[in-house]
């Protein structure tokens, strides 16, 4: 079983740039295709970036498409979402998410992924 735990969060202007990273212990990521998600206040959770386990595929919904992008560095055993052009409808708590099944696509919604960190709150001011 794989823990989770995310970090880099914090208030930035719209426009600006931040990024996340999510560490994870117990067991390597490697083995694992891996998501970021957002919740934001009222809203239900959002896929926001996915990664396939060695990289090669990647999916983004439109709303991020072009600003965001997700990484993963397995020898680091460490997941990152870098997030441009920042807008305050991506004010939300953000989480990474570890999914455990073979699939020949990057799951999109959440109940696809089976371990999941605490959140790292994201604020984006005007």
């Known amino acids: 079983q794989v823990q989770l735990v995310e970090s880099g969060g914090g208030l930035v202007e719209a426009g600006g740039s931040l990024r996340l990273s999510c560490t994870a212990s117990g067991r390597s990521i490697s083995y694992y295709a891996m998501g970021w998600f957002r919740q934001a206040p009222g809203k239900e959770r959002e896929f926001v970036a996915g990664?396939?386990?060695?990289?090669?595929?990647?999916s983004y919904p439109d709303s991020v498409k072009g600003r965001f992008a997700i990484s993963r560095d397995n020898a680091k055993n460490t997941l990152y979402l870098q997030m441009n052009s920042l807008k305050l409808e991506d004010t939300a708590v953000y989480y990474c998410?570890?999914?455990?099944?073979?699939?020949?696509?990057?799951?999109?919604?959440?109940?696809?992924?089976?371990?999941w960190g605490q959140g790292t709150q994201v604020t984006v001011s005007s």
């Open positions: 990664i396939n386990m060695n990289g090669g595929s990647t």
């Open positions: 998410a570890a999914d455990r099944s073979f699939r020949s696509y990057v799951a999109t919604t959440a109940y696809m992924y089976d371990y």
